[in-house]
């Protein structure tokens, strides 16, 4: 079975803090990793995925596939960040499949 | 270009009423979703299509039917509501791997 497991449900940090939000999964297989972001009165919108190995807003994420961990880091945060982060599994199987997290609430005091 | 709309933004049902959420898409895109977000658990994924005329279950189809009427249009119907369901509703499009959500069904059913 696929799970994403995000252990915190809500995360303070200071601006310009560094800010780490942890994402594991359990999936057999080689998954593609995703972070989806909603900001307040937004839309969910994907943020960035694994395989593209780009920085977003200044946000990375590394798969490691050792410790099956798809944790998104920011090394000073802003407080425009301050939204619901959630990490996405789709299986190498079936891509039309997503399985989601339970999501990181990501505040960002001035 | 709208995106992904959803009709209705809210609703309220009894126990035992039947309703269908409505869900369109402008993007052309093949593949179509829709997910329940709880308090807790994230999204999870109730059915999806992967094109036109077909359809498949996700993590938790019980309770509710589906129907992909053309490319652009994906209906999520409950044939009797239970209070089980009360939830915010999500229908997604995506082509490749990024997925377009639209902006939420907030459903009571007392």
């Known amino acids: 079975a696929q799970r994403v497991t995000q252990p915190e449900k809500l995360l303070s940090v200071f601006k310009g803090a560094p800010v780490e939000l942890k994402c594991n999964y359990s999936?057999?297989?080689?998954?593609?990793l995703f972070w989806y972001v909603q900001y307040s009165r937004q839309r969910l919108q994907l943020l960035l995925r694994?395989?593209s190995r780009e920085s977003i807003k200044g946000f990375t994420a590394d798969l490691n596939k050792g410790e099956t961990s798809f944790h998104l880091k920011k090394p000073f945060a802003q407080e425009e960040d301050s939204a619901m982060y959630y990490c996405?599994?789709?299986?190498?199987?079936?891509?039309?499949?997503?399985?989601f997290g339970s999501g990181t609430k990501l505040n960002v005091k001035p | 270009n709208a995106g992904v709309t959803q009709t209705p933004k809210f609703q309220v049902l009894k126990t035992g009423q039947s309703m269908t959420l409505q869900c369109a898409q402008d993007?052309?895109?093949?593949?179509m979703y829709w997910y329940r977000q709880d308090p807790g658990m994230g999204l999870r994924l109730i059915y999806y299509s992967a094109s036109e005329g077909t359809t498949d279950k996700g993590e938790v189809p019980n309770g509710y039917n589906v129907s992909r009427l053309n490319k652009r249009e994906f209906s999520l119907r409950l044939e009797s509501a239970a209070p089980s369901q009360t939830s915010v509703y999500f229908c997604a499009s995506s082509e490749r791997y990024e997925q377009f959500f639209g902006p939420g069904t907030r459903l009571t059913v007392l």
């Open positions: 993007m052309n895109h093949n593949s």
């Open positions: 694994h395989i």
């Open positions: 999936y057999s297989g080689s998954p593609e």
């Open positions: 996405a599994l789709r299986p190498g199987d079936n891509f039309n499949k997503f399985y």
